[in-house]
Nanobody
Framework: QVQLLESGGGLVQAGGSLRLSCDAS????????MAWYRQRPGKQRELVVF???????NYADSVKGRFTASRDNAKKMVYLQMNNLKPEDTAVYYC????????WGQGTQVTVSS
């Protein structure tokens, strides 16, 4: 059973852009805070951006000025626009929801070549 589904990952060159999407149609989206996490090769999973149900955002220092997160409560979607991608952004990106029940997506691979 899938509650969250990420899409939009792929292979890009450094300096390029991608937009990730998270379909949250399987959960009570309007009552949920959302977040994007990533897990880089050989590293622990880390927070990329927190998105409150009030639409507030809190970005990791490593992505500030390059990534922009947003949510659409009517469509039950959350997005991550990633610009000026760097090789160190290579990771599996995960969508998370908390309502306060916690749900995780299966992840989408982002690979940035130098």
């Amino acid at each position: 059973q899938v509650q969250l589904l990420e899409s939009g990952g792929g292979l890009v060159q450094a300096g390029g852009s991608l937009r990730l999407s998270c379909d949250a149609s399987g959960i009570n989206f309007s009552l949920s805070s959302m977040a994007w996490y990533r897990q880089r090769p050989g590293k622990q999973r880390e927070l990329v951006v927190f998105i409150g149900h009030s639409d507030s955002t809190n970005y990791a220092d490593s992505v500030k000025g390059r990534f922009t997160a947003s949510r659409d409560n009517a469509k039950k979607m959350v997005y991550l626009q990633m610009n000026n991608l760097k090789p160190e952004d290579t990771a599996v990106y995960y969508c998370k929801a908390e309502s306060p029940f916690i749900y995780w997506g299966q992840g989408t691979q982002v690979t940035v070549s130098s």
